[in-house]
């Protein structure tokens, strides 16, 4: 099983939304078995609130649910049991890295590498334009998804424990 964690400043916009996008993928693939996706925040802000508003409208406007996700904090553990851990934005893995003390393993990377268009995703928080942000996460969930399905037949993601599940 690979385990993706997707990570913002508040998980209240755009890591939920690429959480979500990226698990509608992976169940459109029929990857379930093999893909474990969740979302994290580097700051305490937010934690314990839901998916910010225009973030849930923009998945449910694409037939996407969030019910239930509540946004929680990034913790050094995660380093251990996640085989990706995916920034929204430079801040974002400055905090990273800080939080899980490094990392030796190059786990960490920015979501929108994974695409043509190397860079930050949107955030909405400050520019109110999900329909960016959306366009952002879709085509970055695509891309990782595409290079997460290369990588089955051939060379794995390291494993993650045993014991480790995957959180939403």
């Known amino acids: 099983m690979t385990r993706v964690l997707f990570v913002c400043h508040g998980n209240i916009c755009r890591s939920p939304m690429?959480?979500?996008?990226?698990?509608?993928?992976?169940?459109?693939?029929?990857?379930?078995?093999?893909i474990c996706v969740a979302s994290a925040a580097t700051t305490t802000e937010e934690i314990g609130n839901p998916v910010y508003?225009?973030?849930?409208?923009?998945?449910?406007?694409?037939?996407?649910?969030?019910?239930?996700?509540?946004?929680?904090?990034m913790r050094c553990s995660d380093y251990e049991q996640y085989d990706l851990i995916i920034g929204m934005d430079r801040e974002n893995?400055?905090?990273?890295?800080?939080?899980?003390?490094?990392?030796?393993?190059?786990?960490?990377?920015?979501?929108?590498?994974?695409?043509?268009?190397?860079?930050?995703?949107?955030?909405?928080?400050?520019?109110?334009?999900?329909?960016?942000?959306w366009r952002d996460v879709e085509e970055g969930c695509r891309m990782l998804l595409e290079r997460l399905k290369q990588r089955r037949g051939g060379r794995k993601l390291p494993a993650a424990p045993v014991s480790a599940g995957c959180r939403s």
């Open 53 to 73: 508003p225009p973030a849930r409208r923009k998945l449910a406007e694409h037939g996407i649910g969030c019910a239930g996700k509540t946004a929680r904090q």
């Open 93 to 133: 893995l400055y905090d990273m890295r800080r939080i899980c003390r490094g990392d030796p393993e190059s786990k960490i990377h920015l979501l929108m590498d994974y695409t043509d268009r190397p860079g930050d995703v949107a955030d909405p928080w400050y520019t109110r334009d999900f329909d960016a942000t």
């Open 18 to 34: 690429a959480e979500f996008v990226m698990k509608d993928m992976v169940e459109k693939a029929g990857l379930e078995q093999e």
